[in-house]
């Protein structure tokens, strides 16, 4: 295919692309014909790609060809014709990747500037096989830039024109998986860490309306990948549930921090509405967990694979005893304040719980205290901390362990109940009474809602 | 330290929750639930909330969990309760829907188990039976298994509760519900004598159903002479009906014949009934029956049997309809529902003795009543043979036409049609001894005897055969039974017109037997409690008139409108009847005569041949005596007649037609006497001034003639009806002894 250069060279940039483009599609239909496996594009094409497509100076004398704004509108929408009408799914999947995996070169900058408006261009017209071929460049590619991708989105979305979030909104329908991979990335970008890493509400209303709506979309990428076990350490989560996690729980303390600079600049409106969301996306989450189960099984990966891995609930934990800790130095005397760390660690204790009875969390529970030990006090998390009591006291009622087939299946299989995780015995933790707020973890001790007898 | 103060602690927290961020107690109760998966309060919580939000899916979904986890639970057996009751009312509340549609979500099996379960705890029979009926509607297969021990249930509880009509609750589960999905099951094996056993109920519960009588609370007020309804309780008061035990709404059956149609079709295909397997109309179903009796005698053993009870139990299932669709025409009111639909254009109607001849000549009429009596011993002779459909053909009961208004009664050719329907099956029930025998057994069951409605289509039907005896002492019993009760008195005297039906029945009959004073008593009674008509009323008599274009043989019947302008001619005419022939014979007797001539001006000119036959009788006796003929002849005709008769040309009759005259005769002393006399000279002697002067005694008497002649003339405008009505209550004593 090096050889078409020479015939692209006089042409204007834009028909150049074109030609490039129209070649590109042949010549990926030859080599998904001829059956060879993989496919590889040689590295000529890639780089006609980059000189054409992309632009990039192929070598310092070469002269920068530019394409005007207009130009560039063009190709796009050449771009999206050309996805649209190509029907073979391995023949697009190639010439996306062609286009825009990354090389790890100069290029790969416009690169991401043109994906980005393609995307972009691809939502709001719907372009479907242009979002699935995103989708899949999303798990194939380093997590920095799928991050980016996605702020591509959220600002064309979400900031650059107020009122367009319901265009952004029907991608869950046009592409699920597109979608799914979408709230992975803005979980991962918008990690509440800083004002301008707060998700903004348009997004956070869109992606709880999703969820509500179908709370298996957030599992659509898992269910879709044949799982190779090692994924790239790079990539995006395949889930998003890490980061809603990770959103739902430090987002009382988060907002609260916003609200009171909001305050200090003067209005504040919609700090009010995220408390309600969050409440509701933390339910679909630990509803997506209790799900999880039979998805496991079916895919015979009960208890083998964790969705939620556990350094990062760790570090979920200490960032949120980090943060609590600055409160508690800063607001002392404000009631509100305390109810928020307790809303933010009740949620962390639920989502810690539910995890791991869907054995999306792999661990014991004295790795959880172990994580947990610079946590004040909560008397759910020490409820979660120290596990069910083991006896139960009504002996007619079987104690039943959320199996995954409690679920959906018939009754005669609580025949074969599951054994119940073991209880880790007791032990006190080394960390455990070190500092006055922290979690008072101890053998035998009684919880306080525990009425003494 | 214990797992139930734990739990206590979760749910309280997401009670607390619940009202201000229902998401938050979710996930807490998501929580507990993996904690603790075995603790009964948190999952019935999490339903709670869900219920409480009418999510059906996930409320569903719970109740599933619950049911499968925690099957002793008291609280989830009175949540199914809830939900089973829902499943049972028809209320179209927004929670009562939720609920069904809770019970929806549910996977079958559950459903299945949940009712099943939900049965068992059940009581009362009735409820028992509609949670059992919900479970085999829903799972076809469960119907062999319950289906006929719920159908037998049923007709236990029947028993044992002492029901007193077979239009009861129960009943109504068993024929609407129960046996359609029985008798359409073919998994089921059904031995022959159950299925005509449950078709019997059938049959019973439906024919009891439509022949319902009208609410006791509602007040039926028929309407006189076709007028409009007056009542405004009378729409809808009328349509209601409640069986006891069930709601407004499924005490409600649609198309009773039809759904008996239908399980005759069920039971036919499966008792393997000979004939064509789909029965699509009584009509079909009616010729199917006659077939195959013809060739009845001719079967032997059980396929004789077989053949006999098909036969029997549809010839029963169409005489019934067709004697209900009769008397529902005949006499509306007596039925819930058809009241209202026949009310409104006609009242009860009478079968009676056809009287439009009345006015022929009497020597026409004495023949073919002769011959009349001679056919219908003959036709009583071969009561039980069938013969063919020709009506012509035969004697007296099978040629037998009857008249009926067709303007007034617009459903005529229906009416009719189903008389002789139901005549007809019922002659064929009579036909065959072995049919008779199975069909009496059916009637003891039923108790048709009790059956008021069934006893007029009986009474009507002998009536028709012209076994007038035994038609009267029915009618006899039925007076007796259907007095009017003070409460029916309605203020257009309906009640009391329909109480004269059987009078007026037995008028009729005891014409028709010879017996005049009989007849003329029961008839003056009639009139006796009638309230005359308006004079303008004549018009529907032309009608008659002119319909009457064929000779009539004198054994025609007619159905008379139950209303007085319609009675009040009729007996009138029955009256002429009695006296015509009286009047009419070779001896000498007057009072007859002049009964007959006062009758006549009823309907007039339409007796003017018989008019002229009375003077011709006069003129042959040279003189004529009856004393009321000033009271009740306006007829101005006959007046000219009769002062023609005294002048020379008329041939000098003598008559002596003054009430005075004969008093002063026969009865000189009498203070009224003396009373009338002054009155009557003072008459003369004003008379005098104005007239020629005459002589003698008698010339007084010939001035009161004219006197009352000129009056007479006058009074021509006066109701003729009021006149006539007048003679009948004033004269009835000697009326009816002027009668042998």
Known sequence: MGDIRQSLLPRDVLSAAKELLYHLDIYICNLVQSGRQPPLVDSKTLELVEEFILHAPKDRNAPVRKMSALQELQLLEIMCSCFQEQSRDAVRQLIFSTLFNLQGNQADESRMMLLGKLVSMAVAVGRVPILECAATWFQRTHGVYCVRLAQVLVDDYCSMVPGSGPTLHNIHSMSPRFCCQFITAVTTLYDLSSEELTPPLELLQMIVLWIQEDPRLVLITFLNTPLSGNQPLSCLDVTPLGGLVRWCIKAPLAYRRNEKQVRTNGSSESETDAGPLFSALHLSVLQVFMLLPNILSEKGLYGHLALLQLDSVAALTSDLARLLEQTDEHTHTCADAHALSQLALDRLAQALQVAMASRALLCSREDLRAICSRLPHNNLLQLVLSGPVMYYNNIHTPPLAYSPHTAHSPIASHTTLPTLPTHTPLVSHPASHTQYHTQPFMTGVQFPFRPSH | ?740
Not at chain 2, 123 to 133: S, Y
Not at chain 2, 547 to 558: A, I
Not at chain 2, 599 to 622: H, N, R, S, T, Y
């Open chain 2, 1 to 740: 330290m214990s797992a139930q103060k734990d739990c206590e602690f979760l749910v309280k927290k997401a009670r607390e929750l619940v009202s201000e961020d229902p998401c938050a107690a979710k996930a807490w109760l998501i929580t507990a639930r993996t904690l603790y998966p075995a603790d009964f309060n948190i999952q019935y919580e999490m339903y709670i909330i869900e219920r409480n939000a009418e999510k059906t899916a996930s409320a569903g979904r719970l109740l599933y969990d619950m049911f499968i986890n925690f099957p002793d639970q008291p609280i989830v057996w009175r949540e199914i309760s809830v939900i089973t009751a829902a499943l049972r009312s028809d209320s179209q509340d927004k929670h009562a829907q939720f609920l069904r549609g809770l019970f929806e979500t549910l996977p079958g099996r559950v459903q299945c188990e949940m009712l099943l379960k939900a049965t068992e705890q059940c009581f009362n029979t009735l409820e028992k039976a509609e949670m059992l009926l919900l479970l085999l509607k829903r799972f076809p297969e469960s119907v062999v298994q319950h289906g006929v021990n719920l159908g037998e249930t049923l007709l236990e509880a029947e028993v044992s509760e002492n029901v007193e009509t077979p239009v009861n609750c129960f009943r109504k589960l068993f024929v609407c519900d129960v046996l359609p999905l029985v008798m359409n099951n073919m998994d089921m094996r059904l031995p022959t004598s159950l299925m005509q056993k449950y078709i019997l109920k059938a049959a019973e519960f439906y024919i009891g159903y439509v022949s319902r009588g009208p609410s006791p609370d509602v007040q039926i007020q028929g309407t006189q002479d076709g007028g409009t309804l007056k009542s405004p309780g009378v729409s809808r008061g009328s349509q209601r009906y409640v069986i006891d035990g069930l709601s407004e709404k499924s005490s409600v059956v649609a198309e009773p014949w039809e759904r008996l149609l239908d399980i005759v079709t069920v039971v036919g295909a499966r008792c393997e009934w000979q004939g064509d397997k789909g029965q699509r109309n009584y009509v079909d179903l009616f010729q199917r029956v006659k077939e195959l009796c013809r060739y009845l005698p001719s079967l032997e053993g059980e396929t004789r049997s077989r053949c006999c009870s098909q036969v029997v139990i549809c010839t029963a299932l169409i005489l019934f309809r067709s004697a209900f669709l009769y008397v529902s025409a005949v006499q509306p009111s007596l039925f819930q529902g058809q009241s209202l639909l026949h009310a409104m254009n006609s009242g009860p109607w009478i079968l009676v003795e056809d009287l439009s001849s009345v006015y022929s000549d009497v020597d026409v009429e004495r023949a073919a009543l002769k011959h009349a009596h001679k056919k219908r011993k003959l036709v009583d002779g071969r009561e039980k043979t069938m013969s063919s459909d020709d009506e012509e053909g035969l004697g007296k009961s099978r040629g037998r036409h009857i008249f009926v208004n067709k303007a007034e009664m617009p459903s005529w050719a229906e009416t009719l049609e189903s008389f002789r329907t139901a005549r007809e099956s019922w002659d064929l029930l009579y036909s065959h001894d072995g049919l008779e025998t199975e069909f009496k057994k059916i009637c003891a069951a039923w108790k048709t005897e009790s059956w008021l409605w069934f006893r007029i289509f009986l009474t009507d039907m002998i009536i028709y055969q012209g076994q007038y005896r035994k038609a009267l002492s029915s009618l006899h019993q039925m007076a007796a039974v259907h007095q009017p009760q003070p409460g029916q008195q309605s203020p257009s005297g309906q009640a009391s017109l329909e109480h004269h039906r059987a009078l007026i029945q037995q008028a009729s009959c005891h014409y028709a037997l010879g017996e005049y004073r009989m007849a003329c008593e029961k008839l003056l009674d009639v009139v006796g409690g009638l309230v005359p008509p308006s004079q303008d009323l004549n018009r529907s008599h032309e009608d008659q008139g002119r319909t009457k274009t064929r000779p009539r043989r004198g054994n025609d019947l007619r159905l008379l409108p139950c209303t007085s302008r319609a009675v009040l001619p009729f007996c009138l005419q029955l009256m002429l009847a009695l006296f015509k022939l009286r009047a009419f014979t070779d001896s000498r007797d007057d009072l007859s005569l002049g009964h007959v001539v006062v009758l006549l001006q009823f309907d007039w000119p339409q007796g003017e041949m018989l008019f002229l036959k009375a003077v011709e009788k006069i003129c042959q006796q040279g003189s004529f005596q009856y004393e009321n003929f000033f009271n009740y002849v306006t007829n101005i005709d006959m007046l000219e007649e009769f002062a023609y008769l005294r002048t020379p040309e008329g041939g000098r009759i003598q008559l002596e037609l003054l009430p005075n005259q004969g008093m002063l005769i026969k009865n000189p002393s009498p203070a009224l006497g003396v009373e009338l006399n002054t009155l009557l000279l003072q008459g003369v002697q004003t008379m005098d001034r104005h007239h020629t002067v005459t002589r003698g005694i008698t010339k007084g008497v010939k001035e009161d003639f004219r006197l009352a002649m000129e009056r007479q003339v006058s009074r021509c405008g006066e109701n003729l009806f009021s006149v006539l009505h007048r003679f009948c209550v004033n004269e009835k004593i000697i009326i009816i002894q002027s009668l042998p």
